[in-house]
């Protein structure tokens, strides 16, 4: 039986509530529901605080003090009340340590609280129903604890070979219990750490490091980032702490080795990162519910609103909050790197390679004051840009002239030099042929321009550049901030140039080798985003900084003239490929007209190229490149003076033609083997009839299959094809994973296909969170000049199931016939074109038809899924910067260039 509590006037209100309920009928729930309410009501006040402004650093600092109370008088109730010993042996003694996050005193909301039960030796009964009541009742509450029971000699013998037991126990707290228990085991633990060699910890925290970015992503970029564990987050600057406690175990947080390794400028960012970041995270987990770690889309906009971002012109508050979290994760590469060199240079860190082991290594590479050390790129002092500013350039000329990284060394003094960059230096040729032969003559561009941009030496040289740093678009489309998508671009169009893509990329391979001036390709692609944001929209500021840039640099007035072309023109061969009849002699005569010349063609191929594929993984497809390839090589042919030819499709597609002229309909499927498809292709041919693609698309929606694009063509002889690229709804291809699904699906379209079964539109599902944040302006854009036989009608809104479906039975329902459809998802939008004909086969002219055309159809745009149910949603505006046109619902009857697309 427990022993009555003792009496003590010292005790807190909560201590004598809790020794009240000792005799209970079940002590256990009673302990739980009391410190639950205590730990709930404190909590609410911190989250109060944090609302108010309060830093993140002190807001972790509280909710660290939150778990201590309700922990210490936990463990006093446990120990002196419910289960008392007045004379405990020495087997007895036990003491709470906070070890990891927990012990350094800094706690997100839902963080898990790291705990070790110390003992002198083996457990005891005593010890062992302490740590299980403790432990249950820490569970009842609904807390997150990671818990180990260790004796002092096997925790020191752990230390010494598991370097994760090491870093736990660097952070070791005294919580509750024996102090002179946990005192003692402190001040051994902390002698071994002072006396052993740091070496092997800080090359185990580092290769902790990479595997860990390997595992989230290794690019610091992407624009859903784990706060946590991504490149640049928290888990990033506690490596440094982690670090700098093995060297100085005694110093609190490891303060005194920060100092002495920083320098005041960056022991200050480190601050401010480290503050930003926790404030972050605790919104984060506070708008998640949970341990969030993933600032995903659905949450950005919400986190962005509670930590008092406000949109600012043209830029919503979401894209603000976004560009200042990826410009904090850039400075935690920087330190990360300024402290790597301090450690190399005491030689506090073991190498990495065989050839950075031979002690004190260094080669001369021709150039004053640059030098290999250790198998990196080093300079021999900051002085070295101090006497000649251009070297900030050449030193990653030299870097990828002799395939050397950066050293760390270097790389600081670099960023303590960025003052050095002055006006004078942007106009300095020598400058500018340096830049100029790391884009388009290096031999790895990506990688010297990405050292670059972290040291903040390419923002500050080129301030166009630097106004795209860190940006983000608030979309699903683009998967990286707009600078990496850029470099991830310039390495793509080096990689087609060496040959490295002739399986995913024939014809730009086959071309790129054609083109007269690479430095005019490279600097276009440098620059085609840097409009993105402006007030005239992404192509024309961005032809607009392009032209300012190429100025200030000095290049060639001819060769701005076609830099400034292609940053205005950059998305103009994606969109008619992709959202254009390239069976329509019309189309081709356009494009071509705004073309003009085959030089501009093959650089626009090979941008186009690019461009798309950096977009993010999974967006370029063998689909699309069909489609690209096609208008290119009709173009081509128009500008060698032969006649304009329609693409016809049926061509392709010979043999199921023929066998739909003898059942009445056919269909194919094709799931391409090659690692960047994501879609299964089906191709259907049929006689053509009134509502057969709105039947067929209906087929599709029921079967939950996700259409992804679409082809539509329809020869005068009333024969229709129509190709359409579908998902399920894991955005894999359809009938991948259940092939009977695919057969299923199959059978529905021929019996679709010649009218045999209705098919009622499935209805409107709940839109999952990750949609519903999404604010997608619908948009409808009627074109009467655009082709010689039919109405062009673009419509553009939120992505959902069965929304081409509607799309289709609302214009079969006006009395329409759709010749040709061209279907594009960009994320979370839709971008869907029709070339349609009235009954009598004509164009649609009539201003009160186009009027009922264009109403009808936004009335299903603007009918959206309804918001997942429990859960408050924040919606923000999705970036359509780079659809342009898009933004304006005008009725075009000239013609004019089509809308953008990313």
Excluded at 193 to 220: M, Q
Excluded at 486 to 504: C, E
Excluded at 698 to 719: H, I, K, N, Q
Aim: proline share 5%.
């Amino acid at each position: 039986m427990p022993a009555s509590p003792p009496a003590n006037a010292e005790l807190s209100d909560l201590d004598r509530r809790l020794d009240a309920l000792v005799g209970g009928p079940n002590v256990r729930a009673e302990v739980a529901t009391l410190l639950g309410a205590h730990h709930a009501a404190a909590r609410h006040r911190i989250g109060s605080k944090l609302a108010n402004g309060l830093g993140g650093v002190e807001v972790a600092r509280l909710y660290c003090q939150a778990a201590d109370e309700i922990l210490i008088a936990l463990w006093r109730f446990t120990t002196e009340t419910l289960y008392p010993s007045p004379a405990p042996n020495e087997a007895e003694r036990l003491s709470l340590i906070a070890v990891g996050g927990y012990g350094r005193g800094v706690l997100a909301p839902f963080s898990d609280l790291d705990l070790l039960f110390l003992r002198p030796w083996k457990t005891t009964a005593r010890t062992e129903t302490v740590a299980a009541f403790v432990l249950y009742v820490l569970w009842d509450l609904g807390l997150k604890v990671g818990s180990a029971a260790r004796a002092v000699e096997e925790c020191l013998a752990l230390s010494r070979t598991d370097m994760v037991v090491r870093t736990t126990l660097l952070e070791a707290r005294y919580l509750a219990g024996d102090r002179l228990l946990t005192e003692d085991f402190l001040w051994r633990f902390r002698g071994m750490v002072t006396n052993a060699d740091p070496r092997p910890f800080i090359a185990a925290k580092l290769e902790e490091r990479a595997a860990r970015h390997e595992k989230v992503g290794a690019v610091r970029y992407r624009v859903e980032p784990n706060i946590k564990d991504g490149k640049g987050g928290l888990r990033d600057l506690n490596t440094l702490f982690w670090i700098a406690r093995s060297l100085a175990p005694n110093s609190v947080l490891g303060a005194a080795v920060l100092d002495d390794l920083l320098t005041s400028r960056e022991r200050r960012t480190f601050e401010e990162a480290f503050d930003f970041l926790w404030r972050v995270r605790a919104h984060l987990h506070l708008t998640a519910g949970r341990a969030e770690e993933k600032l995903t889309f659905d949450l950005q906009p919400e986190v962005a609103r509670r930590m008092g971002w406000r949109g600012r012109g043209d830029e919503p508050a979401v894209e603000r909050f976004m560009r200042r979290y990826f410009l904090v994760a850039r400075d935690v590469g920087a330190l990360t790197r300024a402290m790597s060199a301090t450690l190399e240079a005491r030689q506090q860190k073991k190498t990495m390679s065989l050839s950075r082991l031979i002690p004190g290594r260094k080669r001369n590479l021709g150039v004053e004051g640059f030098i290999e050390e250790g198998g990196r790129l080093s300079v021999t002092g900051p002085e070295v840009f101090a006497e000649d500013p251009v070297k900030l350039l050449k030193l990653f000329v030299c870097a990828d002239q002799h395939d050397l990284d950066v050293h760390p060394h270097a790389f600081s003094a670099v960023t303590r030099s960025l003052g050095l960059v002055t006006p004078k230096l942007r106009r300095n040729p020598e400058a500018t042929a340096a830049l100029l032969h790391i884009l388009a003559h290096g031999a790895r561009p990506y990688r010297v321009l990405t050292i670059m941009n972290e040291t903040g030496l390419l923002g500050r040289f080129l301030p166009e550049w630097g106004r795209i740093v860190g940006q983000t678009q608030f979309n699903m489309y683009h998967a990286y901030t707009v600078d990496e998508h850029t470099l991830q671009a310039i390495g793509i169009i080096n990689d087609i140039a060496r040959g490295k893509l002739k399986h995913d990329h024939p014809n730009a391979s086959a071309i790129i080798h054609l083109i007269a001036d690479p430095e005019v390709l490279m600097l276009a692609m440098l620059l085609h985003d840097v409009g993105k944001g402006g007030e005239r929209g992404q192509l024309e500021d961005g032809a607009i900084a392009a032209r300012r840039a190429c100025v200030r640099l000095g290049v060639d007035p001819r060769r701005i003239e076609l830099v400034v072309w292609l940053v205005r023109n950059h998305l103009a061969l994606s969109d008619y490929a992709q959202k254009r009849d390239t069976s329509d002699p019309a189309t081709i005569r356009a494009f071509a007209e705004l073309v003009g010349d085959p030089e501009r063609l093959r650089l626009l191929q090979v941008l186009t190229v690019a461009d798309i594929r950096a977009v993010g993984p999974g967006v370029w497809n063998s689909w699309k490149g069909q489609l690209i390839t096609s208008l290119y090589n009709a173009t081509e042919a128009l500008f060698r003076g032969e006649d304009v030819q329609a693409l016809d499709p049926l061509a392709d597609h010979a043999e199921l033609v023929a066998r739909a002229a003898q059942t009445g309909a056919a269909v194919e499927t094709r799931q391409g083997p090659g690692r960047i498809e994501s879609t299964t292709q089906i191709s259907l041919a049929a006689r053509d009839r009134p509502g057969l693609f709105a039947d067929l698309t209906a087929a599709l929606a029921a079967a939950g299959a996700d259409v992804t694009g679409a082809r539509v063509a329809t020869t005068p002889d009333g024969t229709v094809l129509d190709v359409f690229q579908v998902q399920d709804g894991a955005d894999a291809p359809y009938g991948q994973n259940e092939p009977r699904r695919l057969t299923t699906l199959v059978a529905a379209l021929e019996a679709a296909a010649r009218g045999e079964t209705p098919i009622a539109p499935p209805p409107m599902p709940a839109a999952t969170p990750r949609r519903a944040v999404f604010d997608v302006r619908p948009v409808v854009m009627i074109d009467t000049a655009a082709s010689d036989t039919a109405t062009v009608i673009e419509v553009s809104g939120a992505d959902r199931p069965g929304l081409l479906a509607e799309l289709s039975r609302t214009l079969t329902d006006l009395g329409l016939s759709i010749r040709s459809a061209h279907v594009a998802g960009y994320g979370e939008r839709a971008v869907d074109s029709f070339y349609v004909v009235d009954r009598k086969g004509r164009k649609v002219f009539a201003e009160q038809i186009l009027t009922e055309i264009q109403t009808a159809l936004e009335a299903v745009l603007e009918r959206t899924p309804a918001a997942p149910a429990g859960r408050r949603i924040t919606a923000a505006r999705a970036s359509a910067r780079d659809v342009s046109d898009l933004n304006r619902p005008i009725r075009r009857k000239a013609v004019s260039p089509v809308p953008e697309a990313r």
